[in-house]
Structures are given as C-alpha cells and as structure tokens.
C-alpha cells in the first residue's frame, strides 16, 4: 500500500505528466484561430457590416497578445491560480456572446462586444504563461523542443476544436461559440493542479531522448490525420457518425502521451547518488557557473583589454587567457593603476527583470526581428482568402487548413531544430531563426510571382517559417534573459505579433489591394462604357461594382507589390537575427559547449 502511494505521487510529481497535461491545454488554447469560424454567426445576428466586425478582430488580436498582466501574475500567485484567472475570462467573455448571438440576453452595443471579445480572448494568455513558464523551469535543457511542441499544439487547437464541434454540431451556428466559452474552460478546471513546477531538473533520465522522439513522433502522425481528415470531409459528404469516429481517434491520439508519465512511475527506480549529485540545484545556477560566482568582482576593464579575438578562441584557452588578464587588473588594482568597479546589472545569460532587459539591445533585436518575420507570416494567414480569390481558386478552406498544418509542423520543428544548433554545435539558437525568415522571404516571392502552384508552395514556405519563430524566440529569451521572469518577457515580446500584422495588413497589403482593385474596377467601367449593347451581351462584361458591393481584386498583382515588400523585410529581419548570432556566440558557447564531448 505504501509502495502504491509512493508510486502515485511519484506519478503526480513526474515532470512529464507536467508536459502532458500542458499539450492538453495548449490543445484548447488557440482560441483566436477559431475567430474565422465564428465571426459569420455574429455578423449575421447582430447585423454588423465589415467595419464592425473588423472592430471585433482588432479586439480579438489585442486580446490573443496583450499578455502582460499574465506575465505578472505567474511571477505572484501558483500557477492554478493564473489558469484559473484565464477560464474565467474565457467563460464570461464568450460565455456572454453565446448569450447575446442566441437572443437570450440583450444586445451590447459594439465597443461592449470588443470588450468581450477581447477580455474571452486573452483568457488563452493566461494558459500560454503557465503552460511555457512551467514547462520551460521543468526542462531548462530541452527548452526548444518543449516550446515547439506547446506553441505547436496552440497552433493546432483550432483544427482540433473544429473536428470536436463536427461531431457535436448543433442546428444553429451558435453552438462553435458556446464550445469556445465552456470547451477550454472545462479542460483548465481538470489539469489546473498538475501544471506546475515540479522540480524538473532533477528527474533527468537517460530516457528523455525517446521520450521526446516519441511526442515528435505523435506530433507528426497527429498533423497527418487532421489533414487528412480534413481533405476526405471537404471532397466526401459524409455521415455523422463517421464524424463521431473520426473525433474518437483524435481523442485516442491526444492521449496517447500519457504512456511516457506512466512507464516511467511504472518502471523506474530510485537513482543513484552520482546521478544525483551531477545534477544541478536550480536551474538558475547553470549560468552562474558558466560565468562565475556571483560574488568575483567584476572589471569594467577587462572588457577593453581582451579584445574580440579571445572571444574566438576555443573554450579552455579563451578562460586561461581571461584569467592572466584578470590577474594583471587585479594586481593593477592594487598598485592604484586602474579604478575598480562592479558591473551593474546581469550578464547575459542570469536572470534579468523586465525593465533590465529593456534597456539591453539583444532584446530590442530579438523583438523587430520578430515583428519582420512573424509579422508578415502573420499578414498572410489573415489574407489568404483573398490571395488565394485573386489567383482564381474558389476552394479557399483548403490553403487555410493547410497552412495550419505547416503553422503547427513549423514550430514542432523549429524547436528540434534549433535545439540540435545549440545542444551539438553550442551556436547560437536566433541562427534557427534566421534560416526560418530565409524560408519565408522565398515564400513571399512565390506569392508575389503568383506562378501555377504558388499558392500551395508560398503556403508550405510561410507557415513553417511563420510557425518556427515561436519555437525559437521564446527558448533564446529563457537563455539571454533568464527564467525568473520569462512569462513576463514572452509576454512583451508577443507584442511584436500585432504590431507586425497592424502596418503589414492594416496599412500596406489592405491599401494596396484597395488600390489595384479600383484600377480593375474603373477599367471594366471604361471597357462598359465603350461597348455598345449587343457586344456587352456577347462578350459578358460584368459591370463595375455598386455603391455598396466591395471591390474585388483579380490577378497576382493584387499581391505583388505587398509580398515583395514583405519579401525584403524579411531579408532585413534576416540581417538582424544574425546581428543578435554575432553578439550572443560567447553566451551560448558557455551554455552548452562545456556540455559537448
């Protein structure tokens, strides 16, 4: 009996069913993505016109980003307590648009219906910080796959939610919001007291390796059968209960998971004393000991007086050269030579509070490159209907499946990637990133170019390159800035998100488009104009738009300007990401290259 209670809390405290109770929830999470589906129902019900139901995204998107109030909570209160906070919002801010779309309470006027919109939106905030800050502190050596794997999950959540809704699908259309409201409300309720930090550095096993090779490989599979379970329910009218079957199978998928907590409650031991011993107290000492005790004094001239070509030299002999000069400063020092000072602040690679690591260039970069790269991908999945229309395709629910698909492929890869850079070779982890906004400026071209295909290679591009930079920008911000306040700066830099999507959408790729589409519009008018009755009725010239029909864009050149300069500030971003590669090497050589053989 004993031996049973020991293995149960072993199994409760086991930081993989940490992880695995995170997936769940990060599987409920994407809340935002859904807005697509649910956004006709509103507009319908209450009467909205474009520009209002607009209003609603911007609320949605301020909503899905503005996460610093999260970030504070997780750093005050337990963990349940910050997810908690989240389904409450989520609960009353949809709860109370289920009400309203139904006819059951009174309508709101539209500054209200933001209000709700965004406060139900930003509940996901909350189960974004408890589900990376937790993860993250219980694997500080695995933080990019950790982080691919959560922010991927995120990104599937609306492929997953809308295969749970076909199953249950109501008569009216309001049904999707209520499952919104109660749907992941439901889920934080049940997994609100497992998430948490467990004290994860200390249950290292040789196994984590297949462990996380296992999760890749549920990942992989996972992503094949939403799509193609997506492609047989677009092409093939099916019966419902293949519907309920179908959701089954996504059920058995989800939880399939749960084996790795399980086998290892099960099946392993009490380690050894050496094992033990080898591992760290906290995870905020590894940095420390790769720069030293926090209590050596620290130079302002030793910096001056290396140069950058120690910076260069191979571990063993950067540090011997850095000790001779420390002791020619010491000796210094005390002949009266030199003034001694103590550096303010942490170095890279400690635990920085928010508004130290604002005033730190490492962070700036990491944001605007953010911003250029996420950014513009972000610009492409909020137009793809539109760019895939202008090319001719009428089947535009495809290209936004499929580049949900790549979004979650992209950030399951972009953390095992990235993790082979660092963990292998100690380089830098924005290098990953890099790569990704190359991927994406190709992408960008193709969708400019508008070739036969364009659209489905410009998709594949774009969502793996978009899907990446959340699996590397918050692992390389636990890195450079520490853990102690990560959900804090995660938070800040989701920020760059919307604001990428306000000038790249918002300004640029709408006013562009609103452009080239009057030209078309005052073309056919001339072309009207000019033709007489009996060759208009011959040749089918449709006529211009009316005073209230929106104008439509034809062609690639709706595009073309807008993903060309997306194109280049992807290159920008480029340049940046291996701007922050040249000034963080050394951090990233003292994290991991003492690790290598």
Not at 159 to 186: R, W
Not at 284 to 289: R, S
Request: proline share 4%; net charge positive; charged share 15%.
């Amino acid at each position: 009996m004993i031996r049973l209670r020991e293995r149960l809390v072993g199994f409760f405290n086991n930081r993989w069913l940490v992880f695995v109770a995170a997936m769940w929830i990060q599987s409920t999470a994407g809340i935002g993505y859904l807005f697509g589906s649910i956004s006709p129902v509103i507009k319908s019900s209450l009467n909205y016109n474009q520009r209002q139901l607009a209003s609603l995204g911007v609320a949605k998107d301020l909503g899905d980003s503005v996460g610093f109030i999260a970030g504070t909570m997780i750093e005050i209160f337990p963990v349940w307590g910050t997810l908690l906070v989240g389904a409450v919002q989520n609960l009353i801010g949809y709860g109370w648009v289920w009400l309203i779309v139904t006819g059951r309470v009174a309508a709101l006027p539209l500054w209200a219906m933001c209000i709700l919109i965004f406060v139900g939106t930003n509940g996901e905030t909350y189960f974004n910080t408890a589900a990376l800050v937790s993860c993250v502190q219980n694997f500080p050596k695995s933080r990019g796959p950790v982080v691919g794997i959560l922010k991927g999950f995120a990104g599937l959540s609306g492929a997953i939610l809308t295969q749970i809704y076909a199953m249950v699908k109501s008569p009216d259309n309001a049904g999707l919001i209520f499952m919104v409201a109660v749907g992941p409300t439901m889920v934080i309720i049940a997994l609100m007291f497992i998430v948490r930090p467990v004290g994860g550095h200390r249950q290292i096993q040789p196994s984590d390796g297949s462990s996380f090779t296992f999760i890749y490989s549920v990942c992989l599979l996972l992503a094949a059968y939403l799509m193609g379970v997506m492609l047989v329910e677009d092409l093939v009218d099916l019966d419902h209960m293949v519907f309920i079957i179908f959701t089954v199978v996504l059920f058995l998928l989800l939880l399939v998971p749960i084996a790795i907590p399980l086998k290892l409650s099960l099946s392993s031991g009490q380690r050894s004393s050496i094992e033990e011993n080898l591992l760290p107290e906290t995870p905020k000492q590894e940095p420390e000991k790769s720069f030293g005790s926090s209590s050596e004094v620290i130079f302002s001239e030793l910096e001056d007086e290396k140069g950058s070509d120690v910076d260069l030299l191979p571990s063993i002999e950067r540090q011997k050269r850095i000790a001779q000069l420390q002791a020619k400063l010491f000796q210094a020092a005390a002949d009266g030579a030199v003034r001694v000072k103590r550096r303010k602040g942490p170095r890279r690679g400690e635990d920085f509070t928010m508004m130290q690591a604002l005033i730190k260039a490492d962070l700036w970069l990491i944001f605007f490159s953010l911003l250029l790269g996420s950014g513009s991908g972000l610009t492409v999945i909020d137009n793809l209907g539109q760019m895939s229309q202008s090319l001719g395709y009428d089947n535009t629910h495809i290209f936004v499946s499929l580049i949900s698909i790549w979004n979650f492929l992209g950030r399951v890869g972009g953390g095992y990637f990235s993790e082979i850079i660092v963990r292998d070779y100690a380089y830098p982890r924005p290098v990953a990133m890099a790569v990704a906004q190359a991927v994406m400026a190709v992408g960008h071209f193709f969708f400019a170019m508008g070739w036969p295909g364009a659209m489905h290679v410009g998709t594949l591009l774009i969502g793996l390159g978009y899907g990446a930079h959340w699996a590397i920008v918050p692992a390389a911000a636990s890195e450079l800035f520490g853990l102690k306040n990560f959900g804090a700066l995660y938070n800040f830099l989701t920020l760059a998100n919307p604001g990428g999507s306000l000038i790249f959408s918002g300004l640029i790729a709408s006013s562009i488009y609103d452009h080239e589409a009057e030209k078309q519009s005052h073309h056919r008018q001339h072309l009207q104009q000019n033709l007489t009755p009996m060759l208009r009725k011959i040749l089918d010239v449709a006529p211009g738009p009316g005073a209230e029909e929106p104008l439509k864009c034809v062609g690639a050149i709706c595009y073309f300007l807008s993903s060309m300069i997306m194109c280049g500030l992807c290159i920008i971003a480029v340049v940046l990401s291996m701007i922050l590669v040249r000034r963080t090497k050394i951090v990233y050589t003292n994290l991991y290259g003492k690790s290598r053989p």
